[in-house]
């Protein structure tokens, strides 16, 4: 059985799940048949409880919009899954931003996930992975000299000793250029800023 997805983060907050005996009760009298019905009357909150996570930049570069990078993550559900099948929005980018904004509460409710760093929503993505459809992430690998395919397989827990917190917290970011530097005979330089989801967006554009 696979286990919760642990990335090194604080234990989420225990969550209270509804019984298949809670939404029979749901049901009318003279109804308790009618179990689908109750659960399409249930907020989907109930059924995929959010779970809280911290992201790895600690919300350092969004200002005041995510203290701490405190945020809360639920497992996809029937209408992700459309979505990450849709030709259309896969090749726009736009499948992945909409998963997010389905399956990730921030602290402002205003808040567009294609402002985030690469390195918060790929953290997002293996976390969505993992609460949604379990930690071992089971592959094929083809042989490029005997042409055998072989599986194997991918414990997502170990992407944990991955998850690197920020040396610093400004932008931009002066980065020297020394070759350029030594040509001109003075210090030249750029200031970069980090990749967020919009600039991909553009550049798959």
Request: aromatic share 8%; charged share 20%; with cysteine.
């Amino acid at each position: 059985m696979s286990k919760e997805i642990d990335l090194g983060l604080p234990s989420p907050k225990p969550t209270q799940s509804v019984s298949l005996t809670q939404v029979t009760e749901l049901a009318q009298p003279g109804q308790s048949d009618d179990i689908l019905t109750a659960i399409l009357a249930k907020n989907q909150n109930d059924f995929l409880p959010p779970e809280d996570y911290t992201l790895p930049t600690l919300g350092y570069f969004y200002g005041d919009l995510i203290p701490g990078g405190k945020i809360q993550i639920r497992p996809m559900d029937l209408a992700c899954e459309k979505i990450m099948s849709t030709p259309r929005l896969l090749q726009s980018g736009q499948a992945l931003d909409e998963v997010y904004k389905r399956c990730v509460k921030f602290p402002t409710s205003d808040f567009d996930p294609l402002n985030l760093l690469l390195g918060d929503r790929s953290f997002i993505l293996y976390v969505l992975r993992g609460i949604s459809y379990g930690n071992m992430y089971e592959f094929a690998i083809d042989c490029p000299m005997c042409q055998t395919k072989f599986t194997s397989q991918y414990d997502l827990n170990q992407i944990a000793t991955t998850v690197k917190n920020p040396k610093t917290t400004k932008e931009p970011v002066r980065i020297p250029l020394p070759a350029m530097s030594a040509t001109i005979g003075r210090d030249v330089w750029v200031d970069m800023r980090y990749a967020r989801g919009r600039d991909i967006q553009v550049m798959a554009q």
